[in-house]
């Protein structure tokens, strides 16, 4: 296909300066995201995840830099636009749905005013006009009685329709790019069954690309079409969803699948992986996952080349070389 | 029910809160209704879980259990001699859990000096020998909680609650705050040491997979009440209740790929402030009838299952099939 893909990500390198050096959040990622597809994004704390989809919307936190790689919003580098010519992309073309939705809104504005300001700020729109729509997509993403709950301060909303409203807030301008990052994460279990079936409801109405960020892997799951596995800032494996999860191929995801409960495995001792997650303080050269990894070989520390498995399945390690 | 020996009972537990105004001669507002006429027992050497969704009275319940907070009524009937010695807890955060002033062997070694036992040297000697058995250094009692990661501090603190040798550990959401990879490792770490120890587990947890995997007997709650309880495979295998059937369906599964247009769960719990008449759950309820809407059910014991199965729902209870 020569069609441009919407987004396109290569050798995104993201990195903090520290006393002695840099510490480097994200190393070497590339991915693609197409109109209409979930593209799932999962890993443990640390595993520069949320940099990433910050990093799409030019958000890193200081003393934070994109150091390396180009983002490709519609074959244009949106890392090289002017200030202002971002701020028409960040929030209207491309927007973000937070975890937390209590700080994620303003707790002195009503929820239709947060939801309605995107839109005054991107277009024409008078105040009422937008104060109609915000009222409208709160009706459409589920909240009753759409109409006085704009009036409403968020402390006067539960939690399930708190992130309703932030969805809408995400929604307003209809971008081609959602971002959830952890959005169901802070909900009960039955509401964000609810939340996911939205999103799914959403992504083919308005036909948007959604990067769906979790560290669960069953909600991931239920959401993505395509699954991409971060470990220690570095993509391990990218694949569809169903090679992901049936027949995955790199040691860190094959290990962390392997330690979920089961059914058959009630009450037995479950598979773990040795060690714990690396923080930022521990800083290593070659593949992040390898002091944990049980296959891991000297070759480890210098190498991380990333093998096409299949020609949707991509894995960063060495040892699958000779498997190929 | 068999004859296993009691640990602990519980008769029709009540325990509400005043929610006043601010200030100091702030009116009552209202009334959270967060336990209910809860009865239950738990057996010596059982894992029993309690789950439930946020704010349904999980952690409120573990409370009321160590008398951390006092119940308005009903009566819990400890069958032990010297409970605040023999119960012990673990909670969700480590990083909360830890006093970052104190070394490790200090906080390890708090309930030993609390409750008086041993020497200092023998005090030594056992946060040596607990390190090991949870799976750390001897070395390390004389680092501190920040020098650690979340898995090794949710270690720390399980030594903690182990070292006074109680018969009874309540672990409230002991993984939630942990890493993916992490969770298996402290999972088979409190499997292994309740048999070791012979211990007693009250574990609450919203993580039914997880819940599965440990629990010999199950609880589940809802705003306040018990909707259902039983063994494990009774739960999980064939839930009784419309509630925990919803949260069942609800739990996200892995490989089943992507999820179809469900049938989820309709609305969110209500307010404790002012739960609902009769059955709390009938607002959101696909089975309710008209008599759901006045008469609070009972835990009664399912037809299909005998009678260690207890679920207070009648719509279901009849049988149907």
């Given at each position: 296909?020569?069609?441009?893909?919407?987004?396109?990500?290569?050798?995104?390198?993201?990195?903090?300066?520290?006393?002695?050096?840099?510490?480097?959040?994200?190393?070497?990622?590339?991915?693609?995201?197409?109109?209409?597809?979930?593209?799932g994004l999962v890993g443990?704390?640390?595993s520069?995840?949320?940099?990433?989809?910050?990093?799409?919307?030019?958000?890193?936190?200081?003393?934070?830099?994109?150091?390396?790689?180009?983002?490709?919003?519609?074959?244009?580098?949106?890392?090289?636009?002017?200030?202002?010519?971002?701020?028409?992309?960040?929030?209207?073309?491309?927007?973000?749905?937070?975890?937390?939705?209590?700080?994620?809104?303003?707790?002195?504005?009503?929820?239709?005013?947060?939801?309605?300001?995107?839109?005054?700020?991107?277009?024409?729109?008078?105040?009422?006009?937008?104060?109609?729509?915000?009222?409208?997509?709160?009706?459409?993403?589920?909240?009753?009685?759409?109409?006085?709950?704009?009036?409403?301060?968020?402390?006067?909303?539960?939690?399930?329709?708190?992130?309703?409203?932030?969805?809408?807030?995400?929604?307003?301008?209809?971008?081609?790019?959602?971002?959830?990052?952890?959005?169901?994460?802070?909900?009960?279990?039955?509401?964000?069954?609810?939340?996911?079936?939205?999103?799914?409801?959403?992504?083919?109405?308005?036909?948007?690309?959604?990067?769906?960020?979790?560290?669960?892997?069953?909600?991931?799951?239920?959401?993505?079409?395509?699954v991409m596995v971060m470990y220690?800032?570095?993509l391990m494996e990218s694949a569809?969803?169903?090679?992901i999860?049936?027949?995955p191929?790199h040691?860190y995801t094959?290990?962390l699948?392997?330690?979920?409960?089961?059914?058959?495995?009630?009450?037995?001792?479950?598979?773990?992986?040795?060690?714990?997650?690396?923080?930022?303080?521990?800083?290593?050269?070659?593949?992040?996952?390898?002091?944990?990894?049980?296959?891991?070989?000297?070759?480890?520390?210098?190498?991380?080349?990333?093998?096409?498995?299949?020609?949707?399945?991509?894995a960063?390690?060495?040892?699958?070389?000779?498997?190929? | 029910?068999?004859?296993?020996?009691?640990?602990?009972?519980?008769?029709?537990?009540?325990?509400?809160?005043?929610?006043?105004?601010?200030?100091?001669?702030?009116?009552?507002?209202?009334?959270?209704?967060?336990?209910?006429?809860?009865?239950?027992?738990?057996?010596?050497?059982?894992?029993?879980?309690?789950?439930?969704?946020?704010?349904?009275?999980?952690?409120?319940?573990?409370?009321?259990?160590?008398?951390?907070?006092?119940?308005?009524?009903?009566?819990?009937?400890?069958?032990?001699?010297?409970?605040?010695?023999?119960?012990?807890?673990?909670?969700?955060?480590?990083?909360?859990?830890?006093?970052?002033?104190?070394?490790?062997?200090?906080?390890?070694?708090?309930?030993?000096?609390?409750?008086?036992?041993?020497?200092?040297?023998?005090?030594?000697?056992?946060?040596?020998?607990?390190?090991?058995?949870?799976?750390?250094?001897?070395?390390?009692?004389?680092?501190?909680?920040?020098?650690?990661?979340?898995?090794?501090?949710?270690?720390?603190?399980?030594?903690?609650?182990?070292?006074?040798?109680?018969?009874?550990?309540?672990?409230?959401?002991?993984?939630?705050?942990?890493?993916?990879?992490?969770?298996?490792?402290?999972?088979?770490?409190?499997?292994?040491?309740?048999?070791?120890?012979?211990?007693?587990?009250?574990?609450?947890?919203?993580?039914?997979?997880?819940?599965?995997?440990?629990?010999?007997?199950?609880?589940?709650?809802?705003?306040?009440?018990?909707?259902?309880?039983?063994?494990?495979?009774?739960?999980?295998?064939?839930?009784?209740?419309?509630?925990?059937?919803?949260?069942?369906?609800?739990?996200?599964?892995?490989?089943?790929?992507?999820?179809?247009?469900?049938?989820?769960?309709?609305?969110?719990?209500?307010?404790?402030?002012?739960?609902?008449?009769?059955?709390?759950?009938?607002?959101?309820?696909?089975?309710?009838?008209?008599?759901?809407?006045?008469?609070?059910?009972?835990?009664?014991?399912?037809?299909?299952?005998?009678?260690?199965?207890?679920?207070?729902?009648?719509?279901?209870?009849?049988?149907?099939?």
């Open positions: 296909m020569t069609s441009i893909p919407l987004l396109e990500v290569k050798d995104l390198g993201i990195s903090f300066p520290l006393d002695d050096g840099q510490f480097q959040a994200v190393s070497d990622f590339s991915f693609s995201l197409a109109a209409g597809n979930t593209l443990e704390s640390g520069g995840k949320s940099l990433t989809a910050l990093s799409l919307l030019r958000l890193i936190p200081e003393p934070g830099t994109i150091s390396k790689g180009e983002i490709y919003f519609k074959g244009e580098n949106i890392l090289t636009l002017p200030e202002d010519q971002m701020r028409a992309i960040r929030g209207r073309k491309i927007s973000m749905i937070f975890q937390e939705p209590m700080t994620a809104l303003n707790p002195v504005l009503t929820i239709g005013r947060q939801i309605a300001e995107a839109l005054l700020i991107h277009s024409e729109i008078s105040p009422a006009g937008a104060h109609q729509k915000a009222v409208e997509l709160l009706d459409r993403v589920g909240i009753p009685d759409a109409t006085a709950r704009a009036l409403d301060y968020p402390h006067n909303i539960s939690g399930g329709m708190r992130q309703r409203a932030v969805i809408a807030m995400a929604l307003i301008c209809e971008p081609e790019i959602l971002i959830a990052d952890e959005a169901t994460t802070a909900l009960d279990t039955t509401v964000q069954a609810q939340i996911l079936d939205l999103l799914i409801d959403l992504q083919a109405e308005y036909n948007m690309a959604i990067l769906f960020i979790s560290h669960n892997l069953g909600v991931v799951s239920e959401i993505a079409d395509e220690g800032g570095r569809l969803a169903s090679q999860f049936n027949a191929q040691p094959k290990g699948l392997s330690t979920l409960p089961r059914p058959e495995l009630r009450g037995q001792n479950l598979p773990t992986i040795e060690g714990s997650v690396p923080s930022r303080f521990d800083q290593f050269d070659g593949c992040p996952f390898r002091s944990r990894c049980t296959e891991a070989g000297d070759e480890c520390r210098w190498e991380i080349p990333i093998y096409n498995i299949s020609v949707d399945q991509r960063a390690c060495i040892k699958l070389k000779r498997q190929i | 029910m068999n004859a296993a020996e009691l640990l602990l009972e519980i008769n029709n537990l009540v325990k509400h809160f005043k929610l006043r105004s601010p200030g100091l001669f702030g009116e009552t507002r209202g009334t959270v209704h967060a336990l209910n006429d809860i009865s239950l027992s738990i057996r010596k050497g059982e894992t029993l879980a309690i789950v439930g969704e946020s704010g349904c009275g999980k952690s409120t319940l573990a409370r009321v259990i160590t008398q951390l907070y006092q119940a308005d009524a009903g009566r819990i009937n400890y069958l032990s001699s010297n409970i605040r010695k023999n119960i012990q807890m673990i909670f969700q955060d480590p990083y909360a859990s830890l006093n970052p002033r104190l070394t490790v062997g200090d906080i390890i070694a708090e309930p030993l000096i609390i409750h008086k036992i041993g020497t200092r040297a023998e005090r030594q000697k056992n946060v040596a020998a607990t390190l090991e058995l949870v799976g750390m250094q001897q070395s390390d009692a004389a680092r501190y909680p920040h020098q650690f990661s979340g898995g090794q501090r949710q270690r720390i603190a399980i030594a903690r609650a182990i070292i006074s040798g109680p018969e009874f550990i309540i672990a409230d959401e002991p993984l939630s705050a942990l890493d993916v990879s992490i969770q298996s490792q402290i999972l088979n770490l409190l499997m292994s040491i309740k048999k070791e120890q012979q211990l007693t587990y009250l574990f609450i947890s919203h993580d039914l997979a997880s819940v599965a995997h440990i629990a010999d007997r199950v609880i589940v709650m809802y705003l306040g009440q018990i909707v259902e309880s039983g063994d494990s495979a009774q739960i999980f295998d064939n839930p009784g209740h419309p509630y925990t059937q919803a949260l069942i369906f609800a739990a996200p599964t892995i490989g089943k790929g992507k999820r179809q247009k469900g049938v989820s769960i309709l609305g969110e719990a209500a307010s404790l402030l002012s739960p609902p008449s009769g059955c709390s759950y009938h607002p959101r309820c696909p089975k309710m009838s008209d008599s759901c809407v006045f008469t609070v059910p009972r835990l009664e014991s399912s037809c299909k299952n005998g009678d260690s199965h207890l679920v207070a729902c009648p719509v279901t209870a009849t049988p149907s099939i």
